[in-house]
């Protein structure tokens, strides 16, 4: 499975940085996880990278803040399906549904595409309910969490994406997690937009570490 970020907090050249996150998944279909914050900026990347929106079959959002779905308006049309933790208002799922295929509201672990899994809807102490991804690698060393920002907690949302096999990677925000030895185990770390200790990671585990930012392609 190929992984492209194409939007970031930090980009690479000829790219543009803002704070969001936005990762394109090439499986068995292409699946966008979250628009980033600007519809503007989130097209001028997709332009550069030759994703086109039409291409785009299933997007899968993670939770409602600005910087997660800001930029729809670039990548909605008839054809997608959207996946959205149930907890999204009834405001947002509607301006959804008059643009898209559809709308799937998601609160337990599922099934999105094989090899695709949603952890379901999870939620912080802090009432922000957010849904991640685990994603199987192609040798089957195991599962890789795909995360939005992490508000859940990232020890509550690793947990959740090992019930679909061992934990091999993670890869997003990880927000202000600080339990750096939780990381030991996993073969690959990359910790993108809103990850707060990301240079403490990186310098941690340099081996295993990966940098984030638009234009990175991640193979898993």
């Not at 299933?58 to 149930?86: C, F, K, Q």
């Not at 337990?108 to 957010?130: F, M, N, Q, R, Y």
């Not at 991804?133 to 947990?159: F, R, S, Y």
Request: charged letters at 25%; glycine letters at 10%; proline letters at 3%.
């Amino acid at each position: 499975m190929k992984l492209r970020i194409v939007y970031d907090n930090e980009a690479r050249e000829g790219l543009e940085s803002d704070w969001g996150f936005s990762c394109l998944l090439e499986a068995e279909k292409k699946i966008l996880f979250d628009t980033g914050a600007s519809s503007e900026i989130l097209s001028r990347n997709m332009q550069q990278l030759e994703i086109r929106k039409e291409d785009i079959e299933i997007i899968a959002l993670s939770h409602e803040h600005w910087d997660h779905i800001g930029g729809l308006d670039a990548v909605l049309h008839p054809n997608v399906m959207v996946y959205v933790p149930r907890s999204f208002t009834r405001r947002t799922k509607k301006s959804i549904e008059e643009r898209a295929a559809g709308v799937v509201e998601v609160s337990g672990p599922a099934d999105i595409v094989p090899g695709v899994h949603t952890t379901g809807e999870l939620e912080t102490g802090a009432g922000i309910k957010e849904q991640s991804l685990a994603l199987d690698t192609k040798g089957g060393e195991g599962v890789v969490a795909l995360t939005g920002c992490a508000h859940p907690g990232l020890e509550n949302i690793l947990a959740a994406a090992e019930r679909f096999g061992e934990l091999y990677g993670v890869i997003g925000g990880f927000h202000g997690f600080s339990n750096l030895e939780l990381l030991e185990k996993l073969k690959m770390i990359v910790p993108c937009h809103c990850t707060v200790h990301k240079e403490e990671i990186r310098r941690r585990y340099s081996e295993k570490a990966v940098w984030c930012g638009a234009g990175v392609v991640i193979e898993i």
